[in-house]
């Protein structure tokens, strides 16, 4: 059989491509949340850094402009980011110093609660499941938390290349695109839109409905409403449950503590309040920066959490909307299919 010599070099030349590239991916794989962020930020600061430079009626200095715009990028995005994880690191420190005492005061509410509705829901079975999952979670949380520093050291080192040559790094980005010009920028839209949607979209659900339910918490007699606010507005990026997981339990125990009035408007409040507010951001949110279905953001919630920790609330949804637009630019490709 009459192998052609040039489809043998060519595939040879793309197994040594893939097997460096993956190997150089596997040295690399530590930066890969700062990599992601530099190309989150890059994506929401090109427009600033092109008007700054080109349109502005002084045009500004390259490096100027980048200096300032990352600099504004860590006031506003960064150093808040940072300031809830050094907050949530020391409840954390908190909970491993006075863990017994927790397991406790849980074991006793769920004693009231029995006495209720006759259903143990905090049993030694489940204590000990709880110590387990405790002793696994904590310590990756507390690592992450630390390793976070040194991910934003990278990103904006990153980012600093990346914005002060735009022009080059996107014409260098078109020219080496595998694809038709058609795709090409199909690619480049796409990829603009799912990123803000899913670094815009998202911080902005979490924090209105984290404003919504430190106000509901506050009202309500919760104590340490901020600490609370922060919690829900962090789950309020999984779809359907989201908020619940805090609010749920607060009101419980409101109830079991003989608050019963302020336990069924907390949950009155959440219910009606808070969810009709979630639903309306959503979907002028979908309607205004993109669609991503609930699914890519519950599953890229949990695979973020696990690769990268706290930032994985973005990047995981990221992650899985690339994949999935990459997939679509391939049907685009090589299978013909147009959309």
Same mark, same amino acid.
């Given at each position: 059989?009459? @192998?052609?010599?040039?489809?043998?070099?060519?595939s040879l030349?793309?197994? *040594? @491509?893939?097997v460096?590239?993956?190997?150089?991916?596997w040295?690399?794989?530590?930066? @890969?949340?700062?990599?992601?962020?530099?190309?989150?930020? #890059?994506?929401?600061?090109?427009?600033?850094?092109?008007?700054?430079?080109?349109k502005?009626?002084?045009?500004?200095?390259?490096?100027?402009?980048?200096? !300032?715009l990352?600099?504004?990028? /860590?006031?506003v995005?960064?150093?808040?980011?940072?300031?809830?994880?050094?907050?949530?690191?020391?409840?954390?420190?908190?909970?491993?110093?006075?863990?017994? $005492?927790?397991? *406790?005061?849980?074991?006793?509410?769920?004693?009231?609660?029995?006495?209720?509705?006759?259903?143990?829901l905090?049993?030694t079975?489940?204590?000990?499941?709880? *110590?387990?999952?405790?002793?696994?979670?904590?310590?990756?949380?507390?690592?992450?938390?630390?390793?976070?520093?040194?991910?934003?050291?990278?990103? #904006?080192?990153l980012?600093?290349?990346?914005?002060s040559?735009?022009?080059?790094l996107?014409?260098?980005?078109?020219?080496?695109?595998?694809f038709?010009?058609?795709?090409?920028?199909?690619?480049?839209r796409?990829?603009?839109?799912? *990123?803000?949607s899913?670094?815009?979209?998202?911080?902005?659900?979490?924090?209105?409905?984290?404003i919504?339910?430190?106000?509901?918490?506050?009202?309500?007699?919760?104590? $340490?409403?901020?600490?609370?606010?922060?919690?829900?507005?962090?789950l309020?990026?999984i779809? !359907?449950?989201?908020?619940?997981?805090?609010?749920?339990?607060?009101?419980?125990?409101?109830?079991l503590?003989?608050?019963?009035?302020?336990a069924?408007?907390?949950?009155?409040?959440?219910?009606?309040?808070?969810?009709?507010?979630?639903?309306?951001?959503? /979907?002028?949110?979908?309607?205004r920066?993109?669609?991503?279905?609930?699914?890519?953001?519950?599953?890229?919630?949990?695979?973020?959490?696990? @690769?990268?920790?706290?930032?994985?609330?973005?990047?995981?949804?990221?992650?899985?909307?690339?994949?999935?637009?990459?997939?679509?630019?391939?049907?685009? $490709? #090589?299978?013909?299919e147009?959309?």
């Open positions: 059989m009459h @192998l052609n010599n040039d489809k043998l070099k060519q030349f793309l197994i *040594t @491509l893939f460096l590239g993956g190997f150089l991916f040295l690399l794989k530590g930066f @890969l949340s700062a990599a992601l962020g530099a190309v989150v930020f #890059y994506v929401l600061l090109r427009q600033p850094f092109f008007y700054l430079t080109q502005a009626k002084r045009k500004w200095n390259k490096s100027l402009a980048t200096g !300032v990352m600099f504004a990028s /860590f006031l995005l960064v150093l808040p980011v940072f300031l809830v994880s050094v907050m949530l690191s020391g409840k954390v420190s908190y909970l491993i110093t006075h863990y017994q $005492e927790i397991l *406790t005061l849980c074991q006793d509410a769920s004693n009231q609660l029995k006495e209720y509705v006759g259903i143990d905090f049993s079975d489940t204590a000990s499941k709880l *110590t387990g999952v405790a002793a696994s979670v904590i310590p990756h949380f507390v690592s992450a938390t630390a390793s976070a520093v040194a991910d934003v050291f990278v990103l #904006y080192f980012l600093y290349f990346m914005l040559n735009a022009h080059e996107e014409k260098s980005v078109r020219k080496n695109l595998p038709h010009d058609t795709n090409d920028q199909l690619l480049l796409e990829l603009k839109s799912q *990123t803000i899913n670094s815009i979209g998202i911080p902005i659900i979490a924090v209105a409905q984290g919504a339910a430190g106000i509901g918490y506050w009202v309500f007699g919760i104590d $340490e409403p901020f600490f609370w606010a922060v919690i829900s507005a962090l309020s990026v779809p !359907v449950i989201g908020a619940s997981i805090v609010w749920v339990p607060l009101a419980i125990f409101l109830y503590n003989g608050q019963h009035w302020q069924a408007a907390l949950t009155v409040y959440f219910m009606a309040g808070v969810g009709l507010l979630d639903n309306v951001l959503r /979907f002028a949110l979908q309607k920066l993109g669609d991503t279905h609930p699914l890519i953001t519950f599953f890229g919630v949990i695979i973020g959490l696990n @690769l990268f920790g706290f930032v994985g609330l973005i990047f995981g949804p990221l992650l899985i909307s690339y994949f999935i637009l990459l997939l679509k630019i391939y049907r685009n $490709e #090589y299978l013909g147009q959309h």
